[in-house]
């Protein structure tokens, strides 16, 4: 698409856009009584107006049933995770029976690699991206130690090339082939949280199934954003948060993928009551018997309030469809990053360090700031009613999400942010 540098052109998009319609379905937060310039859908996604009707629902059905609301109410509460796999497959390129709604992302992980990662003297060693997320760091580096490891000679790193900002899939691949003999695991972010980078989760698969390795994604920046083929790619597992692109609210109920493969219930896991086969649940007796599938791996009863809202959204990704997404997506991103390589040709103020194959990202353009004031200019944008996202140690990270964000959005954005400069 050839795209013009005007406001008039970025309204003649919105007019042809298919999609337009999903915006009214969300609530966008004011400022000075108009909606703001939100593109932050990357750390936490607008409120679906449908969810305060699930919302109350469930509580009218909490008021009026009590306890028999897990039987009785409108959506039973025994069986609400089932409510969410068929949205949730479509997303994750997943059967329903790989994929569950169920605690948070973290715990997810930690779960994962209880049955996932069992090291042994000749294969312990765990490849990830250097600069992971905070959270994923914290997990893998636990787990090392509870098997009485140390991360430094364990833990295996992959850095960008000097100069670069993002990782090359051969080198990911090389490495996995040179660290073969002792990997156990081969662990990534599906979408690089501060640059942006998409990671070809199939190539990755394959690399480290070929040296016998399991292979693990944190989907946290995927799952609603891009692609995904979880169950054709043939990964091992994968976790993902809700309250992002998902659009579920703040802490929500996060999930998991497990490929049918491993559906025999042979794996060791930790057991909870939930991950119980669900027609003996209630008989209280000992001995664990899994759910086939992910689902045998849940601990505790769903949580229906959070996962009320998740259910209001996913309904809403299901109405739009996936491939609409990606393709506005696609081109909103297009128009961003035209529009801020048009106003810093020279890239005297900042450089675009997401990549430019929008095979390569989803729906996030990463803003690294070339002079001291970058965060002066953060603070600039932010009161002139861009909600955008700020991360050290210099980065401005700027998401137009397709489902309610718009292409005069974009325009207003890169208006404010060139004249903040």
């Not at 919302?55 to 959506?75: C, F, I």
């Not at 790193?157 to 670069?164: N, V």
């Not at 480290?208 to 054709?232: I, Q, R, S």
């Not at 802490?251 to 993928?257: C, L, M, R, T, Y």
Request: net charge positive; aromatic share 10%.
């Amino acid at each position: 698409m050839k795209y013009l540098s005007s406001l008039a052109f970025a309204r003649s998009l919105d007019r042809k856009d298919p999609l337009r319609k999903f915006r009214q379905q969300f609530l966008i937060p004011k400022f000075n009584g108009k909606p703001s310039i939100y593109l932050c859908g990357n750390s936490l996604g607008l409120e679906p107006r449908s969810a305060r009707k699930y919302l109350l629902e469930e509580l009218k059905d909490w008021a009026d049933l009590g306890v028999e609301g897990h039987v009785h109410g409108r959506r039973p509460w025994l069986y609400y995770h089932h409510l969410t796999k068929k949205p949730l497959a479509q997303l994750l390129g997943a059967k329903p029976s790989e994929v569950v709604a169920m605690n948070q992302l973290t715990v997810n992980l930690h779960l994962m690699m209880t049955t996932f990662y069992r090291p042994t003297p000749q294969r312990f060693k765990i490849l990830t991206e250097a600069g992971a997320f905070s959270s994923d760091q914290y997990a893998v580096e636990s787990q090392i130690r509870l098997h009485g490891l140390d991360p430094a000679s364990t833990l295996i790193e992959i850095s960008t090339r000097p100069g670069e900002h993002t990782l090359h899939t051969e080198d990911i691949v090389t490495a996995i082939r040179d660290h073969g003999p002792q990997l156990a695991l081969v662990l990534f972010g599906g979408v690089q949280y501060y640059s942006g980078q998409f990671f070809d989760l199939k190539s990755i698969t394959a690399a480290g199934h070929a040296v016998g390795a399991f292979v693990g994604f944190d989907l946290a920046h995927a799952a609603g954003n891009v692609p995904l083929n979880l169950h054709k790619d043939g990964v091992d597992f994968a976790v993902w948060c809700s309250y992002k692109y998902l659009n579920s609210g703040p802490g929500s109920i996060a999930g998991a993928f497990v490929h049918e493969r491993h559906a025999s219930g042979q794996l060791p896991r930790m057991a909870g009551w939930w991950g119980h086969h669900e027609k003996d649940r209630f008989k209280m007796r000992k001995g664990f018997i899994p759910m086939p599938g992910v689902d045998g791996w849940q601990l505790s009863n769903f949580p229906v309030l959070s996962g009320a809202a998740h259910l209001a959204s996913l309904e809403i990704f299901q109405a739009a469809g996936v491939r609409a997404l990606r393709r506005k997506s696609v081109q909103l991103t297009g128009y961003l990053e035209y529009l801020l390589n048009d106003i810093d040709a020279d890239h005297r103020y900042y450089t675009l360090i997401t990549p430019r194959n929008p095979d390569e990202r989803g729906c996030q353009i990463s803003i690294l700031m070339n002079h001291r004031n970058g965060h002066g200019v953060f603070k600039k944008i932010t009161r002139l009613g861009v909600i955008a996202d700020w991360r050290e140690p210099d980065v401005i990270r700027v998401a137009p999400v397709p489902l309610y964000n718009s292409f005069e959005d974009v325009f207003r954005f890169v208006d404010l942010f060139s004249k903040s400069l």
